[in-house]
Nanobody, 117 residues
């Protein structure tokens, strides 16, 4: 069965750093484009960052130069390194996987990041 499991969320002060992980199982991980989304309270879910099978990356303007997305195919894991965190980064962060030419998106259950003093 396909499973994406996020970890690494928690409480951090403004200006701090946090690293999120997304462990994948049940898929041929190197064939999947991966993405991170987030949803803040009362807001729509938004795309934060993507990394393709070829390791091309994209970022939302709001996190560019602060967040870095990466992947390690050897351990079937995607990462989101977050630095210079702001209160507006507070959200539930979700991992997403999508294979080229497939209509199916796989989602993790999310991990909560709270940025507060």
């Amino acid at each position: 069965q396909v499973q994406l499991v996020e970890s690494g969320g928690g409480l951090v002060q403004p200006g701090g750093s946090l690293r999120l992980s997304c462990a994948a199982s049940g898929i041929i991980f190197p064939l999947y484009n991966m993405a991170w989304y987030r949803q803040a309270r009362g807001k729509q879910r938004e795309l934060v960052a993507t990394i393709t099978v070829s390791r091309s990356t994209t970022y939302a303007d709001s996190v560019k130069d602060r967040f870095t997305v990466s992947r390690d195919n050897a351990v079937n894991t995607a990462y989101l390194q977050m630095t210079s965190l702001k209160p507006e980064d507070t959200a539930v962060y979700y991992c997403n996987g999508h294979k080229r030419s497939s209509t199916t998106n796989y989602w993790g259950k999310g991990t909560l990041v709270t940025v507060s003093s």
